[in-house]
Each structure stands twice: as structure tokens, then as C-alpha cells.
Nanobody, 113 residues
Framework: QVQLVESGGGLVQPGGSLRLSCTAS????????MEWYQQTPGKQRELVAS???????NYADSVKGRFSISRDNAKNTVYLQMNSLKPEDTAAYYC???????WGQGTLVTVSS
């Protein structure tokens, strides 16, 4: 059974940084497109970043230049480095294996002074 476990969320001040991690178990994900979504209460999950099997990234306009997605296939882990955080980045962040449609449990990021 494939499972995704996210970590790294927390409370940070505006302008601060966090790094989220998502580790997969039960599968070697080197051939998977990996994605990070964010969700705020009452809204649908929105894609913020993805990374393909060649480690080519894509970003939502709202996070370009601030967030960076990367992967370490040897560790079965994908990362989301979040810099210059804004209050509007406050959300639950979910890791997703695109073609298997598997989700992690989410990790909460709160940006507040």
C-alpha cells in the first residue's frame, strides 16, 4: 500500500521560510509526477507546484519566485521550499502522486505575526 507522509508545517512570520517534506512508502516514486497542493477552508485544493520525472518544475503564478519544489528519488521524498511567506499562503498543504491519485494527510502552514 502506497502512503505519503508530509511534514514541516508550522507557524511562521510573514517573510519567513519553511520547508515541507513528503515521503512515500510502499513504492519507488522516481517515475511519478509529484505535486503539492494547498487548501484553505471552504475552497478547493489548488495546485501550487509539480515536478516531473526529469525534475522539471512548474509553479502556480502565486508562488513563482518564492517556492521551490525538488525531489530526492533515493529517499523517495519530494520537498517544497517556501520563502518570503505571506499571510495568504496560510493553508493545509498536501502532497499528491499525480497518476496514482494518492494524497498525503496534509500539513498545516500558518503565516502570521
Amino acid at each position: 500500500q502506497v502512503q505519503l507522509v508530509e511534514s514541516g508545517g508550522g507557524l511562521v512570520q510573514p517573510g519567513g521560510s519553511l520547508r515541507l517534506s513528503c515521503t512515500a512508502s510502499g513504492r519507488t516514486f522516481s517515475t511519478d509526477v509529484m505535486e503539492w497542493y494547498q487548501q484553505t477552508p471552504g475552497k478547493q485544493r489548488e495546485l501550487v507546484a509539480s515536478i516531473d520525472t526529469f525534475s522539471y518544475p512548474n509553479y502556480a503564478d502565486s508562488v513563482k519566485g518564492r517556492f521551490s519544489i525538488s525531489r530526492d528519488n533515493a529517499k523517495n521524498t519530494v520537498y517544497l521550499q517556501m520563502n518570503s511567506l505571506k499571510p495568504e499562503d496560510t493553508a493545509a498543504y498536501y502532497c499528491h502522486i499525480k497518476f496514482m491519485d494518492i494524497w498525503g494527510q496534509g500539513t498545516l502552514v500558518t503565516v502570521s505575526s
